[in-house]
């Protein structure tokens, strides 16, 4: 009981000063940011859109890239050939600027994101392959930065902020989008300027070399961008995070319990199935450490969401010795630090976006950690129990403002 | 396999890429942080560098000199001296938080690390000294963090070198300072974990983690002794003004919370878990505790009304060095006008007016508290001054006339002061007593002893055993005491009758039938400062 408690506790500290990397210093805080810009435009973007059920929203995202400032870009939208909606819709907008858009089919039998990307892959021109997904609002500055930050970091990929917005939706929302914030803000960051980085899922910039040298995504992986974030990172591709609240993607949370669960289900399935793969291990030592435990870490997470409440339960209903029933609360410290901080994160998170933040949603928040705790563990618990009975099958996440049943359908 | 919708195969063009031709129109984003580089200038600034970490660790072991000889005989020791060594002997012997119940009557994070210090003083040997006096000797660590802390507070709040260490140095040879902080008072402990919060909110860096620290810092001390809580709003207001104009404020606010209150909750969740936070009938209390010190405690008069205890140790301490109190004072008063030597201040000016309310408790050991804030506020004016004074001829003659000045003022009061520090022995009464009790009385683990706090450890160290060597006060306030006593006072073999217990006898009825029926058998020293071993006559009526 001593030692889980002292594991707990080291495993909560840890994360904590992970999460808070950015915010050490005023300094380390400025060093997250995008650098301004010199105005030259010298790299070319092929911005990859996989839509998949997504007619609803697609069009207007497509809109949105092509308001883009920057010079040199074409947009490739990755369709399924059993998606006449969302084939439609992508052709309407093909037409508006073809000399901009392309529009590929993929028809792959299995339809996924990843293998929906390596579709696309060859017909890719320009030098750097950015990925966006269908309901993303992407800012008209942001090339402009990305294209700057790979010239003055002589970076192989940049991570450009994804950020979901609608905390005011739901309690669960809240926590979602403080996620975002703090994972995109902060942690990242750390990740980056240690070597070991699981990319994010869009907004991210990949040098066309370097992507094709790699082979791409793996189109079995459900995960796809953790896994080619470790793969880049074992070849020893330099990673630049950058994050500025007016240029971030601004996305939206699952529309419900069900499909937050599921989605964190799959990302942690993703997780298990990169540790599996093992790539990490050609990493060096302090990179493979680092890796081993973020790999992990959703699972200790899951274990320590429910660890800690029974340690508590136990200290006051059973008749511990008090100096042990005071050491169950020990990992209590750091798992509470942690929720004054997000309550700080909110509090800027607002401030950052211009979004009135408001009473009940401090109260969500706080009353909320442990409920979400407890979701997390159970998607961590699902994913274990997915993987070892070999359900590999990808599970989408449906977006509000597409057609609800369409998405489930295809979401086999 | 895969095609794509039309025939063409790929985009029409990616337009040629342009260089430098984009006129810089848009309205620009600010830079990140325009002054990043000038920051860390004062950044370097603010460190120590390695030669005058050696000039302040080399005063620190001056200072060190002058309070560890001859700490074992002066002072008198204090009865408080001997409480808290008994309840670190508690501690480290595995009898829980003290050897009788504890009622919470101070937070007990100060005398758990006096336990974790006393292995030190065997290092030094305890020739001609009692045990309790060697116990002092563990707290010299203790005083030298916080003379490298007064020293370190200084650097970070601006000050040059000459000054902190003018500061380190007041400080630590001020005759008050050297009475007092000999002694093994609780204040010590939060004193030093006070300067830590502040020294931390002042973090060079700004570091996140240094003002988590901070709070920490602060919730220690106020676990060590509770009354230092009035200095935290100078470490709030340190930590308010060094994140002035920086984007990471809200986030050092929050992790200075998270310290304070995370730590802190431990003790108020200790008594929970053993069902001891609110009074009830037939256990001890954290709330009643407090009730206690707050409202029911007999108080010492006001400062001002001569004759009242407070009015009589004010002037005691303005005897042993008027200097470091009157100049911090008027000093305190100055610094609370200048913003960077604001937060020192504000600790001394709340101190002064807490000791000024017209009725209350005020300790012996108050001053603990009140000196090093003191010292660092007459060092930071003496510092303003100077570099007041423009630059050129004028400013080495104003060195020389504060020089001169303290030179025919103050030193020939710290000399005679310090002089009796290092000489006088006043404590071979004591060690007279401990060494009766240890060699000339027989079958010692058979025998019951009433004795005051300090001459409890001697009892038990000389093979007494701990539950029939009695605090004597116990006899009258602890009914689990009076249990043990089937007989009542005849159970009781001899009564040590020292200065503190005299003192406190006249409300202690138990002590006092004890003191009437018995005899004396040994007595050490004279007139009030003696010490009797007195042996009980059972047979009386």
């Given at each position: 009981m001593i030692s889980i408690s002292l594991v707990l506790s080291a495993f909560a500290a840890v994360t904590l000063w992970w999460t808070m990397h950015a915010w050490r210093t005023p300094e380390t805080l400025a060093a997250t940011r995008f650098a301004e810009p010199d105005g030259d435009h010298r790299v070319t973007f092929s911005l990859l859109v996989p839509a998949r059920h997504e007619q609803a929203v697609l069009e207007h995202t497509v809109e949105r890239l092509l308001r883009s400032t920057h010079q040199g870009y074409e947009i490739i939208l990755i369709i399924g050939h059993d998606d006449p909606e969302t084939a439609e819709v992508a052709h309407r907008v093909a037409a508006t600027a073809p000399e901009r858009i392309l529009v590929v089919t993929d028809e792959n039998a299995v339809k996924n994101k990843p293998r929906a990307l390596n579709t696309a892959l060859p017909y890719v021109r320009g030098e750097v392959v950015g990925v966006f997904d269908a309901e993303d609002q992407v800012h008209p500055d942001l090339l402009e930065h990305v294209d700057h930050a790979f010239r003055s970091t002589g970076a192989d990929v940049v991570q450009g902020g994804v950020q979901l917005i609608n905390y005011h939706s739901s309690w669960y929302s809240l926590h979602n989008c403080l996620e975002y914030f703090f994972w995109f803000r902060s942690r990242l960051h750390l990740h980056a300027s240690k070597g070991f980085i699981p990319l994010g899922g869009n907004t991210v910039f990949v040098r066309t070399d370097v992507l094709r040298g790699a082979n791409g995504w793996d189109g079995t992986c459900l995960a796809e961008d953790c896994d080619l974030g470790v793969r880049l990172s074992s070849r020893g591709a330099k990673v630049v995070v950058a994050y500025e609240a007016s240029l971030v993607t601004r996305e939206e949370t699952p529309d419900s319990l069900g499909s937050l669960l599921k989605q964190r289900t799959r990302w942690n399935q993703g997780f298990l199935q990169v540790l599996r793969k093992g790539e990490w291990r050609r990493l060096p030592l302090r990179q493979r450490l680092l890796a081993r435990y973020t790999l992990t870490g959703p699972f200790l997470q899951a274990f320590s969401g429910v660890a800690i409440p029974i340690g508590i339960a136990l200290a006051l209903l059973a008749d511990l010795p008090v100096g042990i029933a005071l050491l169950t609360f020990v990992p209590v410290v750091p798992m509470a630090a942690?929720?004054?901080?997000?309550?700080?994160?909110?509090?800027?998170?607002?401030?950052?976006?211009?979004?009135?933040?408001?009473?009940?949603?401090?109260?969500?928040?706080?009353?909320?950690?442990?409920?979400?705790?407890?979701?997390?563990?159970?998607?961590?618990?699902?994913?274990?129990?997915?993987?070892?009975t070999g359900r590999r099958d990808w599970e989408l996440t449906a977006h509000v403002g597409a057609h609800l049943g369409n998405a489930e359908a295809g979401a086999a | 396999m895969t095609t794509t919708s039309e025939s063409q195969q790929t985009t029409a063009i990616i337009p040629k890429a342009r260089g430098g031709v984009v006129p810089a129109s848009r309205p620009r984003l600010p830079l990140p942080d325009p002054d990043a580089g000038q920051r860390l200038a004062r950044v370097r600034r603010r460190r120590l560098t390695r030669r005058e970490a050696l000039l302040a660790v080399g005063l620190t072991a001056l200072v060190l000199l002058v309070l560890g000889a001859n700490i074992s005989g002066y002072p008198m020791i204090n009865d408080d001296e001997g409480t808290y060594l008994a309840q670190a002997w508690a501690v480290a012997h595995g009898h829980g938080l003290a050897h009788y119940t504890y009622w919470y009557d101070h937070p007990p994070l100060a005398w758990i690390q006096l336990a974790g210090l006393s292995w030190l003083p065997g290092l030094a040997g305890s020739d001609g000294a009692t045990v309790a006096t060697v116990g002092r000797i563990a707290m010299l660590p203790v005083v030298g963090a916080v003379l490298l802390l007064v020293y370190v507070i200084s650097r970070r709040l601006g000050m040059a070198v000459w000054s902190s260490a003018t500061a380190l140095v007041v400080f630590g040879l001020s005759p008050l300072t050297v009475v007092m902080y000999r002694g093994v008072y609780l204040d010590t402990f939060a004193v030093v974990w006070m300067l830590a919060a502040l020294a931390l909110a002042l973090s060079p860096h700004r570091n996140l983690w240094a003002f988590t620290g901070a709070g920490a810092a602060t919730a220690i001390a106020v676990l060590s002794k509770e009354t230092i809580v009035v200095a935290l709003p100078a470490v709030v207001l340190a930590l308010w003004q060094h994140t002035a104009r920086s984007s990471t404020r809200p986030w050092a606010v929050g992790g200075y919370t998270s310290g304070l209150v995370l730590v802190g909750v431990f003790y108020p969740l200790y008594a929970t878990l053993r069902g001891e936070l609110f009074p009830g009938a037939g256990h001890v209390s954290l709330i009643g505790a407090w009730q206690f010190q707050l409202g029911d405690r007999a108080g010492s008069g006001s400062i001002f009304h001569a004759g009242s205890i407070a009015n009589g140790l004010v002037r005691s301490w303005l005897d042993h060095d008027w200097f470091v109190l009157l100049g911090g004072l008027a000093a305190t008063a100055v610094c609370l006008f200048v913003r960077r030597l604001r937060p020192p201040a504000v600790a001394g000016a709340i101190l002064v007016l807490v000791a000024c309310r017209p009725s209350g408790h005020l300790p012996v050991m108050y001053v603990v508290q009140l000196l090093p804030f003191f010292a660092i506020a007459l060092a930071g004016v003496l510092d303003l001054l100077v570099k007041l004074t423009p630059a050129g001829r004028s400013r080495p003659a104003v060195l020389v006339a504060l020089a001169l000045l303290a030179a025919t003022l103050v030193a020939p009061r710290w000399y005679s002061g310090n002089k009796l520090a290092v000489t006088a022995n006043y404590h071979s009464g004591y060690v007279a007593a401990a060494r009766f009790l240890r060699e000339e009385v027989p079958d010692r683990a058979h025998t019951r002893v009433v004795a005051d706090d300090v001459l409890w450890l001697e009892c038990v160290d000389a093979g007494y055993q701990p539950d029939r060597v009695i605090w004597f006060y116990k006899l009258d306030l602890d009914p689990g005491v009076a249990a043990t006593l089937p007989n009542g006072w005849r159970d009781v073999d001899y009564i040590v009758s020292t200065p503190a217990l005299r003192g406190d006898s006249k409300t202690l009825p138990a002590v006092n039938t004890l003191l009437t029926n018995s005899t004396l058998v040994a007595r050490f020293g004279e007139d009030v400062g003696r010490i009797e071993i007195r042996r009980i006559t059972k047979e009386a009526p």
């Open positions: 942690n929720i004054v901080f997000q309550t700080v994160g909110l509090r800027d998170f607002g401030i950052q976006y211009g979004l009135r933040v408001r009473w009940r949603h401090f109260a969500w928040l706080i009353l909320g950690a442990f409920p979400y705790a407890l979701l997390l563990s159970v998607a961590a618990l699902r994913a274990v129990w997915r993987e070892y | -």
